[in-house]
């Protein structure tokens, strides 16, 4: 067994277990949708499609977030070299959190989204009816005092101890989240206004400031598991998120395109659209640059594959599937089809699911006393990888297929063009095809669950001392840096 550094850390593994709690759900509600678009009548009138649809995309916000902040209580105390401010605030702030989330979705399934928001204030302050954005008002204030609270935690720990590069991007990432935020509460009734706002957190979101948190947690793995010089991952990450927050932020152009705003938007939104891919394909290049370049073997291999995943995942979801269809010639066409939600669900996946899990893969053996978990388990766990994103990549391209043919009936002809409806009833191959990926999504989940419970000898101190894992390649004798 071996112990903690800073027992702060241990709050982490509260925020893990209801991480992937909620992930489950997410997956299960996001079967209903696939089934719905199928069956019509599925579920239906108790779970009707835009309930399961909020609960479905709500449930990704939320698990993430909880992800993210339980990779901060876990990483923080390591690169600031001390306890965390309040480990009491944290556990608070948990529970407040997750009750919050857990009463908004029965509200979401038990109540009429209209009936709803009367009973929730809103129009004392409208703040809901935007996707993603769904949240009564008391959620949206608590979110906002949960992550206030957390901030605080989080600042003053790092405000106290030693100031790293990872710590800080990640704060900046943190921060920079919860700010974006607060364009949640602003709700014009101009449409354009209301859109561009909407955009404002939604993409700088996504394709901003989470990309902070995203290249920090990465950065922080490779240091754990390769044994690099943490001066040569730092050069790195300040280049990577550099080129992120100058594409990423005019890049948020691409939605400005037909909404009323200015024409040049589809000039600027087109050119920096197409350098989004370059700091996804820098992080791809700098993940397997470490792993080549690594100075340690260490015993958590699952760990390094999920971060390895997390790169390349990451490049051909949000770079690659991002790409190809923000130029505005483009996006004329396929604005809104389903090749928009082939590349939301592989960016979403390669960039920010599996960074969550590749920090609960590393963290979480050592939470429970070990190095890594057995050989049996690790291997189960590098098997949910394959089969999460193969399951994945069939969704993701039956949704392209299914865009593609979208845009061909019923966006491209200029005469005789095919109704929306209509065109659904051409794409339901596609739409089984779907569904045969997310099952064996969420065969590949449950796989990865089941590994917490296989037995097997962990990993020791003694058993990585032994093998070497501990030591730098070619100097036995000299002890790796950071570990």
């Given at each position: 067994m071996i112990t903690l550094k800073y027992k702060s850390q241990a709050v982490a593994?509260?925020?893990?277990?209801?991480?992937?709690?909620?992930?489950t759900g997410q997956i299960l509600f996001g079967l209903g949708l696939g089934l719905q678009y199928l069956v019509g009548?599925?579920?239906?009138?108790?779970?009707?499609?835009?309930?399961?649809r909020m609960v479905h995309t709500n449930l990704l916000i939320v698990w993430l977030l909880f992800g993210f902040m339980g990779a901060a209580y876990y990483m923080v105390p390591e690169e600031s070299e001390t306890e965390l401010h309040s480990p009491k605030l944290a556990l608070a702030l948990f529970w407040i959190f997750l009750v919050a989330?857990?009463?908004?979705?029965?509200?979401?399934?038990?109540?009429?989204?209209?009936?709803?928001?009367e009973l929730t204030g809103n129009d004392l302050l409208q703040t809901?009816?935007?996707?993603?954005?769904?949240?009564?008002?008391?959620?949206?204030?608590?979110?906002?005092?949960?992550?206030?609270?957390?901030?605080?935690?989080?600042?003053?720990?790092?405000?106290?101890?030693?100031?790293?590069?990872?710590?800080?991007?990640?704060?900046?990432?943190?921060?920079?989240?919860a700010l974006m935020?607060?364009?949640?509460?602003?709700?014009?009734?101009?449409?354009?206004?209301?859109?561009?706002?909407?955009?404002?957190?939604?993409?700088?979101?996504?394709?901003?400031?989470?990309?902070?948190?995203?290249?920090s947690l990465l950065a922080y793995v490779?240091?754990?598991?390769?044994?690099?010089?943490?001066?040569?991952?730092?050069?790195?990450?300040?280049?990577?998120?550099?080129?992120?927050?100058?594409?990423?932020?005019?890049?948020?152009?691409?939605?400005?395109?037909?909404?009323?705003?200015?024409?040049?938007?589809?000039?600027?939104?087109?050119?920096?659209?197409?350098?989004?891919?370059?700091?996804?394909f820098m992080m791809t290049v700098f993940a397997f640059n470490m792993v080549q370049r690594r100075r340690r073997e260490h015993p958590n291999q699952a760990a390094v594959l999920w971060a390895v995943g997390t790169s390349v995942m990451g490049f051909l979801g949000a770079g690659l599937w991002g790409f190809i269809h923000t130029l505005s010639p483009v996006n004329y066409y396929t604005h809104g089809t389903q090749v928009t939600a082939a590349h939301g669900h592989l960016a979403f996946y390669g960039a920010y699911v599996l960074v969550v899990i590749t920090l609960i893969s590393y963290a979480m053996p050592i939470l429970r006393g070990r190095i890594a978990n057995s050989q049996r388990a690790q291997n189960v766990e590098m098997w949910s990888f394959w089969i999460m994103t193969i399951g994945m990549g069939v969704m993701v391209l039956a949704l392209t297929g299914a865009g593609i043919l979208q845009v061909w009936l019923q966006r491209m002809p200029t005469e005789g063009a095919m109704g929306f409806m209509a065109t659904q009833d051409q794409l339901r191959f596609f739409y089984w095809v779907r569904l045969a990926g997310g099952v064996g999504f969420l065969l590949g989940l449950l796989t990865y669950l089941s590994s917490f419970f296989i037995g097997g000898e962990p990993v020791t101190q003694a058993d990585a001392d032994a093998r070497g894992?501990?030591?730098?390649?070619?100097?036995?004798?000299?002890?790796?840096r950071d570990l």
């Open positions: 593994k509260y925020y893990f277990i209801a991480a992937l709690a909620l992930f009548d599925f579920l239906f009138p108790y779970i009707p499609f835009n309930q399961a989330g857990a009463l908004t979705i029965v509200g979401y399934l038990a109540v009429p989204y209209a009936k709803l928001a809901m009816g935007r996707e993603f954005l769904e949240q009564p008002l008391p959620t949206k204030l608590g979110i906002v005092v949960v992550a206030l609270g957390f901030l605080y935690n989080i600042s003053m720990t790092v405000l106290k101890g030693r100031k790293t590069a990872i710590s800080l991007v990640l704060l900046m990432g943190l921060w920079g989240l935020f607060l364009f949640s509460f602003v709700n014009p009734h101009n449409l354009v206004r209301d859109k561009m706002y909407w955009w404002f957190v939604v993409h700088l979101w996504v394709e901003g400031v989470w990309e902070l948190i995203l290249g490779l240091i754990k598991t390769t044994g690099v010089d943490r001066e040569v991952i730092d050069k790195w990450l300040y280049v990577i998120i550099a080129f992120a927050l100058m594409t990423g932020i005019l890049g948020t152009g691409h939605h400005f395109y037909f909404i009323g705003l200015p024409g040049y938007w589809t000039w600027i939104g087109s050119i920096f659209s197409a350098l989004e891919p370059i700091p996804f894992g501990g030591m730098l390649r070619g100097q036995p004798a000299q002890r790796v």
